[in-house]
């Protein structure tokens, strides 16, 4: 019979390092040495575990049994009377079990979750999101019944406000401060949004969350409501995520089934029941304002603020509008109070937050880690590094309309205002690594397409502003650019910054401003010397074949214009001014022959 | 007349012997990862290996769905839990694999280590 | 106003004292600064658009848009600084970066707000030049012509057809750069929900709508010889041509103008303001018919051409209550085709009726079939007051100096309760006039219905005759009639007669009136004022007030239809309407299961 091997988590947060866990890893492995239990267990270091007062925090598997305050003196006897005798330690073992440590009882093992923190996430991806009775089990809709049991409305939006949440959609907007504003009106009915409408490319944070654990959602709304002294919740949400639509829509029939949605909600005078509305997928309708016209059968464009929709929102009556994300972290802030929550993250940012990772790291994922994570810790300890041995370039923050910041900021500690410092935004949660292969003109280029393409058209500066940038990028990647164009480009850039109407206008520049502060030589490159460094503009390269050229003649076949001749096992050679920079030829050589120059 | 929180841990109660009810201490807990990310990559022909499985009589075995628990790269993810051990997950699990973790892991409890995430 | 609660803020390093509750466009132009604005409009609600109106507020990291930011005490606020500057002018090329540079051949060159603001901008070269969009003309309408290469979509017009016309005709459609203000389904004018009241183009900042234009074949058609020429122009006309000409709004130039056309080449010059008594004759007695229970009530007005599309669309199920009378402009061609020509015994077929008036949807009028005299079109061509200022111009008519003719008889004569229809509440006053006495045989010693007069949106009265109160109401622009009609469709007991006028202050503020002077935004309120003020003169300054008093009426009446509502006059001086039903819109008779 094999041994059940062991898997030992030491919380890695840096409440517990400070307190000396690191060492206690050093001091375990050579006890399990001593032990010859060295091959059979493994030891994580998992992100915080929200216990920090009782830390250094040790947490032993098979069994989950959590030790608090361990120090390097208990080290030996947990090893012997544990490991050994199957004997845990009870003078350590503690109690404390926030809701998102379940999350780590099957997750907290792996160096992907090394630096993260499930709290919005606490139950994505280990309950069946179609079965209430999983979210029941894991105390669900148990903060809802405590605001209505044990708090007013008053005490619910204080804890809110305490917390010191900030709204996840990407102003950071106090969360508590909203709530405040909209209980504070005393016009009838109100309205309760959840901003579903996740738009940036490459970002399913929001979509995650929905499929992953609907119900957190739809209880943060109910609390919501029951906050401010609304009935009435919607829930916007893009057609293109068939999935979330169904299991949200199953949720809601659930908890109304349930009694936990409806009419007198669990025996109380609390009314509150959601519906839910389909967007049609227009990026701008992320914006609260744009979001509302949309419900209400308009197009989808932003109007000026104020009013707030605090004041005046959906049907011109007093709406709290919030973000899934923020949504999610309403039942933990109730449940475990807001002096828990505070001791998660930064001094201005408090909380976790989610991020899409994407672009070029190891491992590319839906993470969560608390605020004041660095971006390097991101990027290399959750994602693994950078791929192929390729060298690190930039990273952009904040979906289309974040920054691109370069190596020397990756030492940035995720929160609202060190990312606003370092030029970017914390944006709603998108993160793509980008390198060395990646020009950053074409980079800039790529990301104001897409807002360009998806500007509502409604104020100038966005309209016509990015186009006019956008004109000059492709110019200066086609090769064309000229001398002033870098200004033009700054010029406009600041411009429509200041003047948008929107946050989306506001921040459409940001990619383009970003990369000629941290770039500027790449722009300078292409338009002086007609130079792409990445070779990644293909009017700026031309493709050569060497001597590695056996003679065999595909390139030759798959030139769509002929540019390429040469007789069977000679070497070939391109027509430079037939070529099209298709890269077909390039694609196709099986004997890499063809360089890029 | 119960208090809304007390009501709720009834409520919590009911909910924690229906999952019971439906086999939840059985010794093999088996995951799989159906958001629409997993799905895409093919998660939905995953679950029906299981499914079949367990219609065919693969008993003592727990069957459920999960969300996105963020391993793009390595989806679909399976996971099995069995009590008393750590959680083995298991990471880009096509058909094969499914049957292949049905036949060697569900039946025979070795781990198969080459596919396993960690 | 209680000066301790005013609010103070500074501009420019100056110290002002305000009231709260305004935003800081509506401080600044109290204490003496026209923040440069586009989109902005007073009637219309807050857009935000266009960005032209950014101001600089101490503590603000972004430019703020002053038509939409509120004041509050101690801001400090500044309207001129470099980067403000540089950020509006930067606005405005972009502007003119998407749109065609051909200002020397544009109908609104010297009258585009947006020439004005390039040119206070200071924009003397382009920076950012590249492409522009191209969309189709829409030329299909009967009135307005929609070009979408110079829409610099400040959205008023958007705003116009909705907020104060409640037709929903026109929206932004597509994204982005690719925005275009379009009737929904992109469907052709002639085949959208538009009225034709041409609200858009008094609006619209540029030429993107412009009224279709008839002055070239008008021209053509003056010099034929084997025409008669015949002309009629309506009451509002005359208020308002002098603003085309330079001169301050609220000028009466019908002697002028009847100077200026006979000098165009008009064999005869009429005028609408008599067939506006015939109209006051036929409509009045078939109120006092309906008020003895023949028909039913309320009576609703039916002069306004765009309000007899909007109902014809809208209101299909209450068409009923719509007068059957003609318009004073079909009646003024009528007569001119039967009467006027039997009496010079002319071809009717010879004959060329041309209207001028205030408004572009009696272009579509014009053209409607049901409207024909004797298999002849009545109205040949219609003309706004723009092009007929415009015509004057190009053929050198010294418009302004010109001295004073009068128009000719028989349908020249008219009363000043001819004159007061082009304002709101005039039709219901020169209807209550003549009906009074009509009923009562007694003499109205009160003619002036001082409580339907003015601008506000609903004006109900209440009236004596023979004992039994007659409840009124009036509105003007379509949106209001809107109101009116769910209020009748609520209670038709409500009221007894309604005036509806389709555009904002009755046709004084037509779609076709001359465009606001550099100085003045388009449908000003003080403007109007003092068109209404000229009509409202004109009244008091004629000895007859009445349209039955007016003699040539009488003669009418006597030589040729014999009485109201007679048989002749149902022939020749009443129509009947028919239900539209444009893509997008539902039928009633439609129930949603």
Known sequence: MTATPFRIIVCDGTSCINKGSRKLTALLREQLDKHGLIERTTIGLSGCLGMCDKGPILVVNPGYTIYGHVTEADIPEIVEEHLVNNRPVARLVIQEDHLYNRFFRVFGDAKFFGKQMRVTLRNCGIIDPENIDDYLSLRGYEALAKAITEMTPEQVVDEVEKSGLRGRGGAGFPTGRKWRLTAKEKTTPKYVICNADEGDPGAFMDRSAIEGDPHTIVEGMAIGGYAIGSDHGVVYIRAEYPLAIKRIQKAIEDARAHGLLGKNILGSNFSFDIEIRLGAGAFVCGEETALIHSIEGARGMPRPRPPYPAVSGLFGKPTLINNVETWANIPVVILDGANWFKTIGTETSKGTKVFALAGKVVNTGLIEVPMGTTLREIIYDVGGGIPHGKRFKSVQTGGPSGGCLPEKYLDTPIDYESLAKAGSIMGSGGMIVIDEDACMVDMARFFLEFTQDESCGKCTPCREGTKRMLEILIRITEGKGKPGDIENLERLGSMIKKSALCGLGQSAPNPVLSTIKNFREEYEEHINEKKCRAKACKHLISYEIGDKCIGCGACRRVCPVGAISGSPKTKHSIDKDKCIHCGLCFNTCKFEAIAKV | MPTPLELIKKKRAEAVSRIIGKGYLSTKRVYVGMATCEIAAGSKDVMEVFQKAVSRGLTDVYLSQKGCAGRCNLEPTVEVIEAGKSPVKYGKVDKDRAQQIIERHLKNGEIIKEWVID | MDNTKKLTITINDKEYKVDPGQTIMQAADKCGYHIPRLCYHPKLSIEGACRVCIVEVEGMKNFVA???????????????????????????????????????????????????????????????????????????????????????????????????????????????????????????????????????????????????????????????????????????????????????????????????????????????????????????????????????????????????????????????HISTAKSPMSMASAMIKTYWADKMKIDPKKILSVATMCCTAKKYEAARPELDVHGMRATDLVVTTREMAWMIKSAGIDFVNIKEEKPDSPLGLSSGAGAIFGVTGGVME????????????????????????????????????????????????????????????????????????????????????????????????????????????????????????????????????????????????????????????????????
């Open chain 3, 66 to 320: 002053s038509c939409c930011y509120p004041v509050a005490d101690g801001m400090k606020i500044r309207t001129n600084t470099k980067d403000l500057r540089q950020a509006r002018r930067d606005i405005v090329e972009l502007l003119v970066d998407n749109h065609p540079e051909d200002c020397h051949t544009c109908e609104r060159d010297g009258n585009c707000e947006l020439q004005r603001l390039v040119y206070s901008m200071g924009i003397r070269h382009r920076h950012f030049v590249g492409e522009r969009k191209h969309y189709e003309k829409d030329l299909s309408g009967a009135s307005v012509i929609r070009d979408p290469d110079k829409c610099i979509l400040c959205g008023r017009c958007v705003r116009m057809c909705s907020e104060v016309q409640g037709v929903h005709c026109l929206t932004q459609a597509h994204r982005g750069f690719n925005t275009v203000v379009m009737p929904a389904y992109n469907m052709p004018f002639a085949e959208s929900v538009c009225s034709g009241c041409g609200q858009c183009i008094n609006v619209c900042p540029t030429a993107s709508f412009v009224e279709k234009n008839y002055t070239q074949e008008l021209f053509e058609k003056l010099n034929d010889k084997s025409v008669i020429k015949v002309a009629q122009f309506a009451p509002s006309v005359r208020a308002a041509i002098g603003e085309g000409f330079g001169l301050p709004a609220g000028r009466n130039m019908e002697g002028q103008l009847v100077a200026a056309m006979r000098r165009l080449g008009f064999d005869y010059v009429f005028d609408t303001q008599f067939a506006a008594d015939l109209t006051i004759m036929e409509e009045g007695s078939e109120f006092l018919e309906r008020l003895q229970g023949n028909g039913p009530l309320p009576l609703i007005t039916s002069c306004s051409s765009a309000w007899m599309k909007y109902v014809e669309q809208f209101y299909p199920d209450m068409l009923d």
């Open chain 3, 430 to 593: 020169a209807a209550v006039r003549t009906a009074y006495e009509l009923y009562t045989g007694e003499t109205l010693i009160d003619i002036e219905l001082t409580d339907i007069r003015g601008f506000k949106g609903v004006k109900e009265a209440k009236v004596v005759i023979d004992g039994k109160e007659i409840r009124l109401a009036v509105a003007h622009g379509l949106g209001n009639a809107h109101k009116v009609m769910e209020m009748v469709r609520k209670d038709r007991n409500r009221f007894h007669f309604v005036e509806v006028m389709g555009c904002p202050g009755g046709c004084i503020g037509g779609g076709g009136q001359p465009y606001a002077t550099a100085n003045s935004i388009p449908l000003d309120e003080e403007s109007l004022k003092l068109r209404a003020q000229a009509l409202y003169d004109l009244d008091r300054s004629k000895t007859i007030r009445r349209s039955h008093d007016n003699p040539d009426i009488q003669r009418l009446y006597r030589e040729f239809l014999g009485r109201p509502l007679s048989e002749k006059s149902h022939e020749l001086l009443h129509t009947h309407y028919k239900a539209k039903l444009p893509k997008g819109i539902v039928s009633p008779e439609l129930k949603i299961v």
